[in-house]
């Protein structure tokens, strides 16, 4: 199981950014798949999930009608969309193979993507 991010950059308060998650190793459209971040001096912070045909999605109260999870199963691919950023979106995100974790439990695997929100 391989999971590279991609995506990540410096952005201003209120600026947008696409987040990617490359797949390979396993057969993507079979699992769920979810967005979890970690912030500075903090813990895993689950943020989005997605079905695996991409037709469900869900998102925790912190970014709920900012971020938009999709994928595209021909391309072994998971998306994040971040829109209207704020500085507490600083963090690293990650992408894991399920559609909801806690903490710890999250099954991160990647080196992650840097999001840095500042102005």
């Known amino acids: 199981v391989q999971l590279v991010e991609s995506g990540g950059g410096l952005v201003q308060p209120g600026g947008s950014l696409r987040l990617s998650c490359a797949a390979s190793?396993?057969?993507?459209?079979?699992?769920?798949m979810s967005w979890v971040r970690q912030a500075p001096g903090k813990g895993l912070e689950w943020i989005a999930g997605?079905?695996?045909?991409?037709?469900?999605?869900d998102y925790a109260a912190s970014v709920k009608g900012r971020f938009t999870i999709s994928r595209d199963n021909d391309k072994n691919t998971l998306y994040l969309q971040l829109n209207d950023l704020k500085t507490e979106d600083t963090a690293m995100y990650y992408c894991?193979?399920?559609?909801?974790?806690?903490?710890?439990?999250?099954?991160?695997r990647g080196q992650g993507t840097q999001v840095v929100v500042s102005s």
């Open positions: 894991a193979r399920t559609r909801r974790c806690v903490s710890s439990d999250c099954p991160v």
């Open positions: 190793g396993f057969i993507f459209g079979h699992y769920s």
């Open positions: 997605i079905s695996e045909a991409g037709s469900d999605s």
